[in-house]
């Protein structure tokens, strides 16, 4: 059974930094695309950043330049550095694991729990 659990969410002011970690279970980071989603209230759930078993990033345009996926294969964990946070960033983020061969977001997706983000002055 995969596990994914994320921490470091909290309130940041604006332009603030926070850095989120999700630890998974087994040794999954090195073996999938790993990425990080976010859900602002009333909103669907999005996309914000992948990387894959051979360190290939992608990103959301609104999050470019601001935010930064890394992962550490020995630790299990992937990390997302938010750097700039607008209230705009304001949302649950959840970590994502899934094959390479698998459509983000559907079928043999695993997800963690989420951590709330919250910018605000």
């Known amino acids: 059974q995969v596990q994914l659990v994320e921490s470091g969410g909290g309130l940041v002011q604006p332009g603030g930094s926070l850095r989120l970690s999700c630890a998974a279970s087994?040794?999954?980071?090195?073996?999938?695309?790993m990425g990080w989603y976010r859900q602002a209230p009333g909103k669907q759930r999005e996309l914000v950043a992948t990387?894959?078993?051979?360190?290939?990033?992608n990103y959301a345009d609104s999050v470019k330049g601001r935010f930064t996926i890394s992962r550490d294969n020995a630790k299990n964990t992937v990390y997302l550095h938010l750097n700039s946070l607008k209230p705009e960033d304001t949302a649950v983020y959840y970590c994502n694991a899934r094959p390479s061969w698998a459509i983000p977001g559907g079928r043999y997706n695993y997800w963690g729990q989420g951590t709330q983000v919250t910018v605000s002055s």
């Open positions: 087994g040794s999954i980071v090195s073996a999938n695309t």
């Open positions: 990387i894959t078993s051979g360190s290939n990033t």
